[in-house]
């Protein structure tokens, strides 16, 4: 085994890393496959600068020229949000694009798989993928629940999108043993929406004591993540009930399609930003901003205790 070979770490990353100091990893399939062009290059950069602003680095992943990308440039940013012929990498998809040479924007997944392989605890994104409505015909449950299972990074996230079964999604991350932790919350978020209607375990209320519970998790031992459901800022909410409605209609969109597998994720998000003429997206890119400073928040006070 030597992965160290596939790897390629920005060097400002890897002089962090190597310090101590905090990094915070972001995915690249938000770019390439959750947010149209070229309004996802501004994001790119604005979540980077968000990052920086709370005294952390920031780390977005790919897969580009047979390498494990920690940290991209100007360039490979740019590349990303153009996703011309740009793939979204699972877990399951990882050797074949590093051994073909197949750019390839990562998943929350394959993020976190980089993001332990490089030493970096700490992943901000929008929301994690689930365990889709319907489950229990088509068995459609994002390899982004194993990943938090079995990896050793924490994701902060607004929850999950309601194109899911939240309570089933919940079920299966109390089953691998992923805790779920609300900051300043006691409900598991619903994206849009601050309350999903589902009860969460724990409510914590400061970066440090989050910081703190990772500490523990892996200094017993422990294999897997953590989850850390962030609410949508008060102020970019939107009306649950509405949302349910939008949702509802892009299933159905595709279903008729047939839409299904890895494409279904990619085709209700840009179905809810078209039904919603751009407000939910708007909403999607502020709680984006959220994790990405509560995130570096944590990776910060995490840094003092290792
Ligand atoms: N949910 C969102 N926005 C996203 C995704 C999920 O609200 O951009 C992306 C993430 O990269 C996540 C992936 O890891 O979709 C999950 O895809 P799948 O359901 O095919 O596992
Ligand atoms: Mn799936």
Redesign the pocket.
Known sequence: MSYEKYLSVAPEIAEALKAGKPVVAL?S??LS??MPFPENVEFAHKVEEIVRGEGAIPATTAIIGGKLKVGLSSEELDLMCKADGVG?V?RRDVAVYLATGATGA????T?MLIAELAGIRVFA??????V?RGAQETM?I???LQELANTKVAVVCAG??QILDLGLTLEYLETYGVPVLGYNTDEFPA?YCRSSGYKLDRNVQTPEELARILYTKWDLGLKGGVVIGNPIPEEYALNYDEMEAVINKALQKADEKGIR??Y???FL?AEIKDMTKGVSFAS?LQLAYNNARLASKIAVAYSKLV
């Open positions: 995915e399939t938000i496959h959750g979204k699972s990562t998943t929350v997944a993020t994104t929008g929301g994690i993928g689930g889709h459609d994002s390899a982004d999950a999108k994206f597998g890895k279904i994720t990619p998000l999607n």
